[in-house]
Structure formats: C-alpha cells, structure tokens
C-alpha cells in the first residue's frame, strides 16, 4: 500500500462517500465520454468548423481534471484539491454551455460527467472541511 493511500485513507471521510472500488469503473465510462465529445470538439475546432476559442474551456478542463490525483495523491493538500475541483465543475459547466449551440449532443453526453464531478465537488469540499 502505497503512502499517498494511506494517507487518503485516513483522512476523515462522510458517511456517504463511495468505497474506493467505485472510482476506476466510474472514470472508465467518463473517460470515454470525454475523449469522444471533447474530441469531436477539438477535431471540429482543427478544420475550422467550430470557433477555435471555443476549445479554451475543453482545455482548461482537461487540466484540472487531470492535475486531480498529482495533487490529492502527491501534494496531498485538501485545500488546493478542493480549488481545482471547484474549478474543473466552472470549466465543465462553461465547456456545456459553450457548445450547446453548436454540438448539442456534446453537452448531452457529459451530463454524466457533470453529476459525477458535482458530487465529487461536494464530497471534496466535505472531506477538506472535516479534516481541517
């Protein structure tokens, strides 16, 4: 068992967040999701049929999520985990409404990935306030 899971482990949880088992099954749907749509995004956006700004809020995202685990397994900092968190919902839900006119169907299909990182917001905002 590796330090960084150790620590996680350890640290003051609710009563309502998932076994850890969940994750890997969860971010394999949801990394599908978004290769597919934020591909099509960036695809689109490279052969000038989509703005090229419109890629910004994909990217960004794309930054937070994965700077995710560097920095609640590796810096181990609730706090800064929790801003990113905070910021990767802002950019997802501006990625939604920024395509919606455009690819409706991209912003349908990371409805699950909105909820997803809904709910991890909330469940990091909780375990960053418990175990200040």
Same mark, same amino acid.
């Given at each position: 068992?590796?330090?960084?899971y150790k620590w996680y482990k350890k640290l003051k949880k609710p009563s309502w967040a998932p076994p850890s088992w969940l994750f890997a099954p969860?971010?394999?749907?949801?990394?599908?999701?978004?290769?597919?749509?934020?591909?099509?995004?960036?695809?689109?956006?490279?052969?000038?049929?989509?703005?090229?700004? $419109?890629? /910004? *809020?994909?990217? !960004?995202?794309?930054? #937070?999520?994965?700077?995710?685990?560097?920095?609640?397994?590796?810096?181990?900092?609730?706090?800064?985990?929790?801003?990113?968190?905070?910021?990767?919902?802002?950019?997802?839900?501006?990625?939604?409404?920024a395509i919606y006119s455009y690819m409706p169907w991209v912003a349908l $299909?990371? /409805? *699950?990935?909105? !909820?997803?990182?809904? #709910?991890?917001?909330?469940?990091?905002?909780?375990?960053?306030?418990?175990?200040?």
């Amino acid at each position: 068992m590796t330090e960084s899971y150790k620590w996680y482990k350890k640290l003051k949880k609710p009563s309502w967040a998932p076994p850890s088992w969940l994750f890997a099954p969860v971010w394999t749907v949801l990394y599908i999701i978004i290769a597919v749509s934020f591909g099509a995004v960036f695809f689109k956006a490279s052969i000038h049929e989509l703005p090229r700004l $419109i890629v /910004i *809020p994909f990217v !960004l995202n794309l930054a #937070f999520n994965f700077l995710f685990t560097p920095i609640q397994f590796g810096l181990r900092d609730n706090v800064f985990v929790a801003i990113d968190i905070v910021l990767a919902l802002a950019t997802l839900v501006w990625c939604m409404t920024a395509i919606y006119s455009y690819m409706p169907w991209v912003a349908l $299909i990371n /409805i *699950p990935y909105l !909820l997803w990182v809904l #709910f991890a917001t909330v469940l990091q905002i909780t375990i960053t306030i418990k175990n200040w």
